[in-house]
């Protein structure tokens, strides 16, 4: 099946700071990436979607000057958490789209803010 | 009101076991219904897609009841592996490709 990656697979760091995280898609271009975050024993909540050089979809309650998102090419979207703080502490995951009703999912990237 | 809803359990069952979960989807515009499953600390994964006609997969079956908006995953003769958290995904026909999650049921069997 199709393979997406994503960078770095931890991070631990302090309030204030901003954290980038990098989506692949391995094998294949991807019209469409989402981003999803997971609180402990919670459900993935849709953040954002992200289509390739257009401005991304953010989900209600998602503040867009804090979680940056640049689709940039086919294979490749990037999160940014802007001056990260301990509630953003979290299990972030993307997902890359071929077409209607897939989506290929990275192993998720755990955030902790101390 | 959620647009899926899942009974979270736990669910603690022996080895050898049959055990069933049950979702629930408020949209009756749904019209693709999938059962992930995700392991702890680990991405979800395709377990299979529900179709209308029921389909299975060796000790899974899946079950889907529109006039109910509700969608079923039967698990027999269970094994330590199948322990994880499976979650209930819905696709509507007006949102693209927009995946709704339910909240996961947890699954633990015990040797």
């Known amino acids: 099946g199709a393979v997406v990656s994503q960078h770095p697979s931890r991070v631990i760091c302090k309030s204030g700071t901003s954290v980038k995280i990098e989506c692949r898609s391995l094998d294949f271009q991807a019209t469409t990436m989402f981003w999803y975050r997971q609180f402990p024993k919670k459900s993935l909540m849709l953040m954002a979607t992200?289509?390739?050089?257009?401005?991304?979809?953010?989900e209600q309650g998602v503040e867009k000057d804090k979680f940056l998102i640049n689709h940039a090419s086919l294979t490749l979207s990037t999160l940014t958490v802007t001056s990260a703080h301990p509630e953003d502490s979290s299990f972030y995951i993307c997902?890359?789209?071929?077409?209607?009703?897939?989506?290929?999912f990275g192993p998720g990237t755990r955030l902790l803010v101390l | 009101r959620k647009e899926v809803e899942q009974d979270p359990g736990p669910f603690n069952v022996p080895e050898g076991a049959t055990v069933a979960f049950n979702c629930t989807y408020s949209n009756s515009a749904s019209q693709s219904f999938f059962w992930y499953r995700q392991d702890c600390r680990k991405e979800p994964k395709l377990l299979m897609s529900?179709?209308?006609s029921g389909n299975e997969d060796g000790r899974f079956t899946a079950q889907l009841n529109r006039a109910s908006q509700y969608i079923s995953l039967l698990i027999r003769d269970s094994k330590l592996s199948d322990s994880a958290t499976y979650l209930c995904v819905v696709i509507q026909s007006n949102t693209g490709n927009q995946f709704y999650f339910g909240t996961g049921t947890s699954l633990t069997v015990i040797p």
């Open positions: 529900v179709y209308s």
């Open positions: 992200s289509n390739e050089g257009s401005k991304a979809t953010y």
């Open positions: 997902s890359a789209s071929q077409g209607i009703e897939t989506q290929y």
